[in-house]
């Protein structure tokens, strides 16, 4: 399997990969055996709960978004004014008044943090709980924590992908970046549906079976062997897989089975709910990662790009914040009225936040200035909104400083999170795989719970 490299133009400094030919390749090896044996026993307190990552690709503003800070100089406060929500002393920018509504079913980390202000670094730092990468050298060098994750336990239900990435896993314009396996393997990637959800002629092609293998030459045992014939040789050099059997008769499911294509099929939606999530890219996403927890799959993300607003910053945010307030806010209702909440943990955050203080434009004003007024990297404080999957809604933990900086109360770094989802997703945080050389490196090396959110 070739991996291809791929490029982004709105980055700064910007810089696909195969993509499984069936959503059947995709899945399997995260549901082998030895995967469940091992996930068995290192996580005896397993819980059947799920994962919606909204990743904000870019980075977004904490001053505009969840941490407003109105008694600062203008050039720091920024264009909007906050707003109060149905939590006391949780106020948030006005431009989501529809989360607003919706705040105690999520909490807001406001003091996190991991210092890096190179896009790679910190979407590294914060997707795979390390650093050690950086605009020079991007090559990802940890597994992502849902893939870990997946590794483990697989998905929720038989005949369905664990690991699904609308359209595409993507970090800073590499694909899938540091979303994916890496030193896990690239079974434990992404599956990624392609194509726009919102588009009426949105289609995941990889649910289906090539053309030369028919449903009934795959039933045949020998014909389905030959066919993962590949697979299997792999296994023999890996040890990965302790039993073909299982691992055939799961990958059959997932490609011949209604399940996954019912899943997928958002145009099943009533009309009206998906006009709730709103009718553009990131809300119908959103919605389709809905369905997809709701059917079993364990981890969704969803790739909102754009947020790199160096200038222009005023507009960039116009055409952003409402989109995802409303995707926000439909999507944790939409999960409480299907008694879903706490079975699924919703995040949104991307790489860092933004520079407190204003710039003139981008590149030091005039005569090199490329617009109006934006907001630089900001990796010392950030904003992260985490509900659902049994946490404690309408918490706000941690604050910024007067300019919102840096943390001056609770600083949490990327390995809390990631210790916080693994509790909600009740697997072994300390559990170690093997790297490229062999050397066992630990799921989660740094970091605890957010107790806060218990």
Known sequence: MKVHAGKSAAYCDGVSRRSFLQVGLAGMGSLSLASILRAKESSPNAKNTSVILLWLDGGPSQHDTYDPKPEAPREYAGIWNPIKTVVPGMDISEMFPLQAKVADKFSILRSVHHNAGDHFTGAHWMLTGRGGVNGAMNAGKS???????????????????PFVSVPYGMSVG?????????????????????GDPNASTFKVDNLTLPKELTISRLADRRNLQQHFDGLRRYADVTKEFENLDQFEQQAFELVTGDKARLAFDIEAESPELRDQYGR???GQ?????????????????????????????????????PKVDQAVSALFTDLDNRGLLDDVLVIVMGEFGR??????GGNGGPPLSKGTPGRDHWGNAMSVLMGGGGLKGGQVV?????????????????????????????????????DHTGR???????????????
């Open 398 to 434: 941690g604050s910024t400083n007067r300019l919102g900086e840096s943390p001056a109360t609770r600083p949490i770094r990327p390995g809390d999170i990631h210790h916080t989802i693994f509790n909600v997703l009740g697997i072994d945080p300390n559990i170690a795989f093997n």
């Open 440 to 454: 066992p490196i630990v799921a989660i090396d740094h970091g605890k719970v957010i107790s806060e959110l218990l």
């Open 355 to 360: 520079s407190p203080k204003m710039n003139n």
């Open 285 to 321: 996403s959103t919605l389709l990662a809905r369905r997809l927890v709701e059917a079993g799959t364990t981890f969704v993300t969803c790739h909102f790009g754009g947020w790199d607003s160096h200038w222009n910053h005023q507009t960039t945010m116009e055409r952003h914040l």
């Open 174 to 194: 590499l694909r899938p970046g540091y979303f994916g396996g890496h030193y896990l393997g690239n079974q434990y990637d992404p599956f990624n549906t392609g």
């Open 280 to 282: 553009n890219t990131w």
């Open 143 to 161: 597994p992502f924590f849902g893939s870990v994750a997946t590794k483990l336990v697989g998905a929720r239900q038989a005949g369905m992908p």
